[in-house]
């Protein structure tokens, strides 16, 4: 995976039917998205994350990976090589 360049991403909110594997809504600031590899589940393409969870309220939890379902991604902006 290659990181996306440039200041930090807002935090992205993805409810428990968009990503895998975890229970309730996951708050993340992708930092990282395999575009390369994307995996076929449920009919649709899901990806591999990577970036730094937070809680409801705002709090750091620490590094975090996930399988997101791909549609809820294209609004982040796509890895780019210089």
Do not use: K
């Amino acid at each position: 995976m290659d990181a996306n360049r440039g200041p930090n991403r807002p935090v992205s909110h993805f409810a428990e039917t968009d990503y895998c594997y975890g229970t309730g809504s996951l708050d993340l600031r992708v930092e990282r998205v395999d575009w390369n590899r994307p995996i076929q589940r449920d009919g649709e393409n899901w990806y591999e994350v990577e970036g730094v969870e937070f809680t409801p309220d705002g709090r750091e939890i620490g590094r975090r990976q996930a399988l997101v379902r791909g549609r809820r991604l294209s609004a982040l902006p796509r890895n780019t090589r210089s």
